[in-house]
């Protein structure tokens, strides 16, 4: 059980990199959502290189006849979050959905009947490997509550989506058993003061070098690991086992 306490980020993602199976990761969400006060947490792998199928990984919290229902009607096609997320690289929060038109309104009425939660952030993930996906989690607190975590939740989950994209997508089968990447000592040690929530400037003063030599340790390490940002490196040396945050 994750603990509710100041450390719970540091164990959220060492549980995320233990996890043995997509019922554990399952469990761990459960738990990510009662230590954050959240009503749901929604992975949903939009496209996985070498999947057959659409749709090809779903691991949510919903109440299971929401889950039925969404499946059975193809609500895929209709779902406001999945039709703005799926063009969208920056977070994206359900304030600023359509809810106006006829079909918006009727879908979020039978989604709130299923107590899907009424505020929400949905986070696109770009996998290192051309993965694409979408990660929310979403409130039944008040608004005025809820505006006063959401910009921390969005920092926050932006790395915690990119954990648990990496870790789903390897306990699917969908991950290449390829030779661990090397990096060097000072890609290492720059990625792992990244993983901490340190700044450019931050990494710099504390490696006592410029922060032009900075971003270059960390552009060439997210080029050796074939990330395209610094979350996605962070995401895959955790999931190799190379990095501990």
Same mark, same amino acid.
């Given at each position: 059980m994750i603990a509710n306490n100041d450390d719970c980020y540091a164990e959220i993602v060492t549980q995320i990199g233990e996890a043995k199976s997509l019922a554990a990761m399952q469990k761990i969400a459960g738990e990510i959502c009662t230590v954050y006060n959240l009503a749901n947490i929604a992975y949903h792998a939009l496209y996985i290189p070498g999947a057959k199928v659409f749709n090809p990984i779903l691991l949510l919290t919903y109440d299971p006849g929401w889950i039925a229902r969404y499946k059975d009607n193809d609500y895929f096609k209709i779902d406001p979050v999945v039709v703005s997320g799926t063009k969208s %690289?920056?977070?994206?929060d359900w304030a600023n959905?359509?809810? =106006? @038109?006829?079909?918006?309104? @009727? %879908? %979020?009425?039978e989604a709130d009947r299923y107590h899907v939660g009424r505020q929400g952030i949905t986070l696109p993930v770009r996998g290192g490997g051309g993965e694409r996906a979408l990660f929310t989690i979403t409130s039944n607190? @008040?608004?005025? =509550?809820?505006?006063?975590?959401r910009i921390g939740y969005m920092k926050e989950f932006q790395m915690i989506a990119h954990y648990m994209h990496d870790r789903i997508v390897e306990l699917s089968g969908y991950r290449d058993t390829k030779p661990k990447p090397l990096l060097s000592a000072r890609e290492m040690t720059c990625l792992e003061f990244a993983a901490q929530g340190a700044a450019v400037k931050?990494?710099?003063?504390?490696l006592k070098i410029t922060d032009r030599a900075v971003r270059l340790f960390l552009s060439s390490a997210c080029a050796k690991l074939d990330c395209a940002n610094i979350h996605?490196? #962070?995401?895959?040396? #955790? @999931?190799? =086992?190379?990095?501990?945050p």
């Open positions: %690289f920056l977070p994206l959905l359509d809810r =106006e @038109s006829a079909i918006a309104r @009727s %879908f %979020f009425a607190m @008040s608004m005025r =509550e809820w505006d006063k975590r931050q990494i710099a003063g504390k996605q490196a #962070v995401a895959k040396t #955790v @999931s190799l =086992e190379m990095l501990r």
